[in-house]
């Protein structure tokens, strides 16, 4: 059974740093464009960062490039997001999900191709 497990939010103060991790199991992560997204309180959700294929190519929503991270560990069939300098519109519940039709990531924004998602972690930025 395909299944996305996310872990790693929590409260933090402005500036700081946490680091989501999304277990997978059942199938094989590598074999997915994988995509990390967010809804913050009375908003849409929205793509944050996305990996293609494999080692592919990744796309990071404005607002993070340059403190968000995106990285896979294949061998442990885990996807992770490093976020630093976090800010209090970071405040949100964070999403993995997968893309099982594209190769790579081509639209961070698109969450319509993305069929499989986890349950999502609280994150909490105070100012």
């Known amino acids: 059974q395909l299944q996305l497990v996310e872990s790693g939010g929590g409260l933090v103060q402005s500036g700081g740093s946490l680091r989501l991790s999304c277990a997978a199991s059942?199938?094989?992560?590598?074999?997915?464009?994988v995509g990390w997204f967010r809804q913050g309180p009375g908003k849409e959700r929205e793509g944050v960062a996305c990996?293609?294929?494999?080692?592919?190519?990744?796309d990071y929503e404005d607002s993070v490039k340059g403190r968000f991270t995106f990285s896979r560990d294949h061998a442990k069939n885990m996807a992770y997001l490093q976020m630093n300098s976090l800010k209090p519109e970071d405040t949100a519940v964070y999403y993995c999900?997968?893309?099982?039709?594209?190769?790579?990531?081509?639209?961070?924004?698109?969450?319509?191709?993305?069929?499989?998602w986890g349950q999502g972690t609280q994150v909490t930025v105070s100012s």
């Open positions: 999900a997968l893309d099982p039709y594209s190769q790579t990531c081509t639209d961070v924004g698109d969450k319509s191709r993305y069929v499989h």
């Open positions: 059942g199938f094989s992560l590598a074999y997915y464009v």
């Open positions: 990996m293609g294929r494999g080692a592919g190519n990744t």
